[in-house]
């Protein structure tokens, strides 16, 4: 079993920018592949960015390519994603995903089997 939780969430001004971390217990963190997948409300979950087990491979979704960036720290368990010039349709709650089976990456949020609370994101205009 692994437990995520997510921090760094808040509120920003559009252009703004937020680290957002996601902490993982257990031994074997590293060989998960890593996502992160964010829900506005009446909106379906949605892909925003998925890293390797090793950090050697990294995806985006074409909204936020450009603005943000995934990385992770196997020794320190965790997973960032670093948002830069922050639009307000990026507001949403932000949710970090563990993919247990593969060292690969996903886009796909069927394919992630752990997932953690979720942190809330809100950009002003």
């Known amino acids: 079993q692994v437990q995520l939780v997510e921090s760094g969430g808040g509120l920003v001004q559009a252009g703004g920018s937020l680290r957002l971390s996601c902490a993982a217990s257990?031994?074997?963190?590293?060989?998960?592949?890593m996502g992160w997948f964010r829900q506005a409300p009446g909106k379906e979950r949605e892909f925003v960015a998925a890293?390797?087990?090793?950090?050697?491979?990294?995806y985006y979704a074409d909204s936020v390519k450009g603005r943000f960036t995934i990385s992770r720290d196997n020794a320190k368990n965790t997973v960032y994603l670093l948002m830069n010039n922050l639009k307000p349709e990026d507001t949403a709650v932000y949710y970090c995903?563990?993919?247990?089976?593969?060292?690969?990456?996903?886009?796909?949020?069927?394919?992630?089997?752990?997932w953690g609370q979720g942190t809330q994101v809100t950009v002003s205009s």
């Open positions: 257990g031994r074997t963190f590293g060989s998960y592949a």
């Open positions: 995903a563990a993919d247990a089976r593969s060292g690969n990456i996903a886009t796909t949020s069927q394919l992630y089997d752990y």
């Open positions: 890293i390797s087990r090793n950090a050697g491979s990294t």
